[in-house]
């Protein structure tokens, strides 16, 4: 069993900073790419923000200069640094990464639980 737990989130202002991690636990061989995706009340899920096993990062064209993805391999950890806040931005921000639960097997995409990001005065 492989499981994303988030953490963080929660209720700022606009203009201020919050970040949220997520940890993949369980049966793994290898954490390819993290994400994080967000979804707003009605409406899609969107893609926040995404980085491979190697780094390389792309973000959605809403965030670009004031999100920030980083991944810690050692502890299979990803973190999403969101700076300059909008009400926009207000959304439940879902962890997403493919693993490779174990050798010989293929690739599956995970999904966190959802975690709550409110900006509002």
């Known amino acids: 069993q492989v499981q994303l737990v988030e953490s963080g989130g929660g209720l700022v202002q606009p203009g201020e900073s919050l970040s949220v991690s997520c940890v993949a636990s369980g049966s793994i061989f290898r954490v390819n790419a993290m994400g994080w995706y967000r979804q707003a009340p009605g409406k899609k899920r969107e893609l926040v923000a995404r980085?491979?096993?190697?780094?390389?990062?792309n973000y959605a064209d809403s965030v670009k200069g004031r999100f920030t993805i980083s991944r810690d391999n050692g502890k299979n950890t990803v973190y999403l640094q969101m700076n300059t806040l909008k009400p926009e931005d207000t959304a439940v921000y879902y962890c997403n990464a493919e693993i490779t639960p174990a050798i010989g097997r293929g690739q599956f995409q995970y999904w966190g639980q959802g975690t709550q990001v409110t900006v509002s005065s």
């Open positions: 980085i491979s096993s190697g780094g390389s990062t």
